[in-house]
């Protein structure tokens, strides 16, 4: 059975820090996603990573792949206020169905 | 806005009772996704639908049931409700079911069974 395991699942930082959430999975997978969610909202895509060693960066996030350690990061460089969310890593299974982590929350404190 | 749509928002029923959520993909995608998110069981995947044919199950109920009708919208039906079948309930859709191809996720709808 496919496990994702996220961490840390919570995570209170301040504004300016860097920070990077951790996305382990059990089995072979080159497809991974990430999603923010933010409370009582519906999941956001930001990024889908295709390859080994993919990284995709979109302003303050920069998302890596490396399917060897079955190891994901979302790295967030120096953090505003508005990045506070739930951040969701998702493996990707044939048909393209998502096999979601628990979610990790993040707090940005001014 | 992703462009994916799911009424009702809200549906608060009793135990025992029936109802029905509707999604309506993104214009052009062909596949339909369901997921339900709760507190104890996270985001798990229920069932997907790619151009009107059941493709995959995953930890959806027997009392559970949907279908994709061929105008490509999806319909999800509860039955016999019980207290834990409160959830949020997601749809999401992609053009194709390809491994790769971004899904895009609709409101949800929040699902109280009292």
């Known amino acids: 059975e496919l496990k994702v395991e996220q961490n840390p699942l919570f995570l209170s930082m301040q504004e300016g820090k860097n920070y990077t959430i951790y996305c382990n999975y059990s089995?072979?997978?080159?497809?991974l996603y990430w999603y923010r969610q933010d409370p009582g909202k519906s999941l956001e895509s930001l990024f889908v990573l295709l390859s080994n060693g993919a990284v995709k960066q979109e302003g303050r996030l920069m998302a890596s792949l490396d399917t060897k350690a079955r190891l994901s990061t979302l790295h967030i460089t120096a953090a505003v206020h508005d990045l506070s969310a739930t951040y969701f890593c998702a493996v990707g299974r044939a048909g393209n169905m998502l096999t979601f982590g628990g979610g990790t929350r993040l707090m940005v404190k001014p | 806005d992703s462009g994916v749509t799911q009424t009702p928002k809200h549906l608060i029923t009793a135990t025992g009772q029936r109802v029905t959520l509707r999604c309506s993909p993104r214009?052009?995608?062909?596949?339909v996704y369901w997921y339900q998110q709760s507190l104890d069981q996270g985001l798990q995947f229920l069932i997907q639908y790619y151009n009107g044919e059941e493709r995959a199950k995953g930890n959806i109920l027997e009392r559970f049931s949907a279908q994709q009708f061929p105008d490509l919208h999806s319909e999800l039906n509860l039955s016999s409700l019980e207290l834990g079948d409160s959830a949020l309930y997601f749809c999401a859709s992609s053009f194709l079911d390809t491994l790769g191809t971004e899904a895009f996720f609709g409101q949800g709808t929040r699902l109280t069974v009292v």
């Open positions: 089995t072979t997978s080159d497809r």
């Open positions: 214009s052009g995608d062909l596949s």
